[in-house]
């Protein structure tokens, strides 16, 4: 192999270990300044959800928020999935069962609401994103809060708050952009 050939080769794997290692940063740089700005927000979170992503390795900050925004798109419709679970069990009472329904009331809402923030953020309307990814936020702890009261949160914490810091990161995202 001639000189020039290994010296191209060369400099199109350093200028792409260059690329992916910008878009490392980014992803890790994000989620710093999100888990800055929200003390609810862990950091290790942020960072292992995006990388659940493989576009996360390339992508630039409005990516991000794309990618944030579907995974709570993806998050809410599992817990959906897991409520209609629970809803279904014959050990579940029937007032727990009225909650749950409540519950995915709120989720097929955060869908919604999400699924509505990817098409503004993907426009460039981050005004439009940002109050949808509220919402979003918003209803999995309207669901929380509600089985809370009665004494039943446990049956889902971890998919209300997962949810919550989806939605959150997405959010903060957003929020740098506009």
Do not use: W
Not at 56 to 81: P, R
């Amino acid at each position: 192999m001639d000189t020039s050939k290994v010296l191209l080769i060369l400099i199109s794997l350093a200028i792409l270990l260059q690329s992916l290692e910008h878009a490392d940063a980014s992803v890790e740089d994000e989620c710093k300044t999100v888990a800055a700005a929200d003390p609810n927000v862990d950091y290790n979170f942020c960072v292992t959800s995006l990388h659940a992503d493989p576009r996360s390795g390339s992508a630039d900050a409005k990516e991000l928020a794309i990618i944030a925004a579907n995974l709570t798109v993806a998050n809410a419709t599992s817990t959906l999935s897991k409520i209609e679970k629970l809803v279904g069990d014959s050990k579940i009472d029937s007032p727990t069962k009225g909650l749950l329904n409540q519950c995915s009331s709120f989720y097929k809402d955060a869908v919604t609401a999400a699924s509505s923030a990817v098409k503004a953020i993907s426009s460039g309307s981050m005004g439009d994103a940002k109050k949808q990814l509220t919402e979003a936020s918003d209803k999995p702890q309207d669901c929380d809060n509600l089985l809370f009261e009665a004494g039943k949160n446990y049956l889902l914490t971890k998919e209300d708050n997962d949810c919550t810091n989806l939605a959150s990161i997405a959010q903060h995202i957003v929020a740098k952009l506009q």
